[in-house]
């Protein structure tokens, strides 16, 4: 995750509304900003991805949004599309 994105998580979850909502949604958050970072750092428009993981330039968008719950199929397409390796882990709070 980007240094700059923590630093500014980290100040944001000190606000407990903004902690509750992050506690709700901020996994999802996550993926969509990584999958706005990857996108811009391989200079693909949302139309690029969008036909690398064979769907439309509107659903990237609500993506990268974070409004979209993605699967893990479709995390693994968008791994694929990157060149990146998809990892998923459980770990104890």
Do not use: W
Not at 82 to 92: G, I, S, T, W, Y
Request: overall charge negative.
């Amino acid at each position: 995750m980007n240094n700059d994105f923590q630093v500014y998580l980290d100040e944001s979850l000190k606000d407990p509304e903004f902690k509750k909502a992050y506690d709700e949604f901020g996994k999802q958050l996550e993926i969509a900003y990584q999958i706005l970072q990857l996108r811009k750092k391989k200079k693909m428009s949302q139309a690029d991805l969008a036909e690398k993981i064979g769907t439309t330039q509107s659903n990237v968008a609500r993506m990268e949004a974070g409004q979209q719950n993605l699967t893990t199929g479709t995390l693994h397409k968008i791994a694929e599309a990157f060149n990146c390796e998809l990892k998923v882990a459980f770990v104890e709070a």
